[in-house]
């Protein structure tokens, strides 16, 4: 089955700079990969997602790119503000919205003011 | 906005008991999902449906069930709980593929296990 590895588990970032958040997948079929942010209490929420046929996508300061051939994709984060505190996931499945989303292991971003 | 809704934030529970978790989603989607969540290991699927009645293992389905007697409604059961089952465990539910609609998450049961 998929094997998601998600690096770092922690980053610590200082307000305004950037963010980077790293995932590798195995199973070259996959085609869709979301970013989820998880706040303090509260389940995970979709920030932004990517399809197979797309190499970069951009929502604000939010960015993520796919590398199929090398089987990763990565989260960007620019000008971090401290509202952007939170474990984020990257996960991948072989269709959108499908029965098995496979997750990382998290990443706890702290942003120091 | 979709809505997923958990019982329980906090719930703590004895060894051995019979232990239901429910979840109730107000957007009619036909998939739901139960994921628990622990330091280190991210989410990991447990089970899922896709329809009423219908059901699918997913990675870690040993010491769990599931009901899905309406669409709106997927519960998750502990038929006789142990303390490896302390974790938080996260519902989520969304369109079949082609809809163009993500997974929305509930923001989970806190279980511990006595």
């Known amino acids: 089955g998929e094997n998601v590895e998600q690096h770092p588990s922690t980053l610590s970032v200082q307000e305004g700079d950037s963010a980077v958040i790293k995932c590798t997948y195995s199973?070259?079929?996959?085609?869709?990969f979301p970013w989820y942010k998880q706040e303090l209490g509260k389940g995970p929420q979709l920030i932004i997602d990517?399809?197979?046929?797309?190499g970069e996508k951009k929502d604000q300061r939010i960015a993520v790119t796919l590398n199929k051939t090398a089987k990763h994709f990565s989260l960007h984060i620019t000008e971090t503000q401290p509202e952007d505190s939170a474990v984020y996931f990257c996960?991948?499945?072989?269709?959108?919205?499908?029965?098995?989303?496979?997750f990382g292991t998290g990443t706890r971003l702290t942003i120091i003011p | 906005d979709v809505k997923v809704t958990q019982s329980s934030r906090y719930l703590v529970k004895r060894t051995g008991e019979k232990v239901f978790l429910e979840c109730v989603q107000d957007?009619?989607?036909?998939?739901m999902f139960w994921y628990r969540q622990d330091p280190g290991l991210g989410l990991r699927l447990i089970y899922f449906?896709?329809?009423?009645?219908?059901?699918e293992k997913g990675d870690i389905p040993e010491g769990y069930s599931v009901s899905r007697e309406k669409k709106e409604r997927f519960s998750l059961i502990l038929e006789s709980a142990s303390t490896n089952q302390t974790s938080m465990y996260l519902c989520?539910?969304?369109?079949?593929?082609?809809?163009?609609?993500?997974?929305?998450f509930g923001d989970g049961t806190r279980l511990s296990i006595l």
């Open positions: 990517i399809r197979s046929n797309v």
């Open positions: 996960a991948a499945s072989i269709s959108f919205g499908n029965e098995k989303l496979t």
């Open positions: 957007m009619d989607h036909e998939n």
């Open positions: 989520a539910s969304s369109r079949p593929p082609g809809s163009d609609q993500p997974q929305h």
């Open positions: 199973d070259s079929a996959s085609n869709y």
């Open positions: 449906s896709y329809d009423v009645k219908m059901k």
